[in-house]
């Protein structure tokens, strides 16, 4: 059954699009994220009155269809295509800039996923391991891999940039 509970409606408006946006960073795909996203919340009607914390719910489901797609799929569609911006609340200008979101697309799925709901949805790091299904452990790792493949593919990017810069 459905809600009509008048608590979803003002949890689903005041929250689409910050959970778009985390949708958005864990596929890179506009229509597949707003696809994510509804269906989260559908799962989150049906249930409405037995969950607790709907925004770990939603976050959950939206990261656990994600993993199911990867499972299913093994690549995904890169597109330079931005979702539209919500309310801001700061963490659209850390996710704005284009270098942050080439090299977060370049990272494998469970990295991205750990980058994502640990420092654009500042979830600490038990309620990412939550949402993930994993251990504390292996947040931090994925997210510690990830960092450091970020500062690296950055770093070369900036020094390319720099070299192109030089030789003209």
């Given at each position: 059954m459905?809600?009509?509970d008048?608590?979803?409606?003002?949890?689903?408006?005041?929250?689409?699009?910050r959970?778009?946006r985390?949708a958005?960073?864990l596929?890179?795909?506009?229509a597949l994220a707003?696809?994510l996203l509804q269906?989260?919340?559908i799962?989150?009607?049906?249930?409405?009155?037995?969950?607790?914390?709907?925004?770990?719910?939603?976050?959950?489901v939206i990261?656990?269809?994600?993993?199911?797609?990867w499972?299913?799929?093994?690549h995904?569609?890169?597109?330079d295509?931005?979702?539209d911006?919500?309310v801001?609340?700061?963490a659209?200008d850390?996710?704005?800039d284009?270098e942050?979101?080439?090299?977060?697309?370049?990272?494998?799925?469970?990295?991205r996923?750990?980058l994502v709901?640990?420092?654009?949805?500042?979830?600490t790091?038990a309620?990412?391991a939550?949402?993930?299904g994993v251990?504390?452990?292996?947040?931090?790792?994925?997210s510690?891999?990830?960092?450091a493949?970020?500062?690296?593919?950055?770093e070369?990017?900036r020094a390319?940039?720099?070299e192109r810069?030089g030789?003209?």
């Amino acid at each position: 059954m459905v809600t009509s509970d008048p608590a979803y409606t003002e949890f689903v408006l005041a929250r689409q699009a910050r959970l778009r946006r985390v949708a958005y960073l864990l596929c890179g795909d506009a229509a597949l994220a707003e696809d994510l996203l509804q269906e989260a919340l559908i799962a989150l009607a049906s249930r409405w009155e037995s969950v607790d914390n709907p925004d770990a719910f939603v976050r959950r489901v939206i990261y656990r269809q994600r993993v199911s797609s990867w499972r299913k799929q093994r690549h995904e569609v890169v597109r330079d295509e931005l979702p539209d911006r919500g309310v801001p609340d700061g963490a659209d200008d850390r996710a704005r800039d284009q270098e942050v979101h080439d090299a977060l697309r370049a990272l494998p799925p469970r990295q991205r996923a750990a980058l994502v709901l640990r420092y654009f949805e500042d979830l600490t790091e038990a309620q990412t391991a939550e949402v993930m299904g994993v251990r504390l452990g292996t947040v931090k790792s994925l997210s510690h891999q990830a960092v450091a493949r970020m500062r690296a593919e950055l770093e070369a990017r900036r020094a390319s940039q720099r070299e192109r810069e030089g030789t003209r």
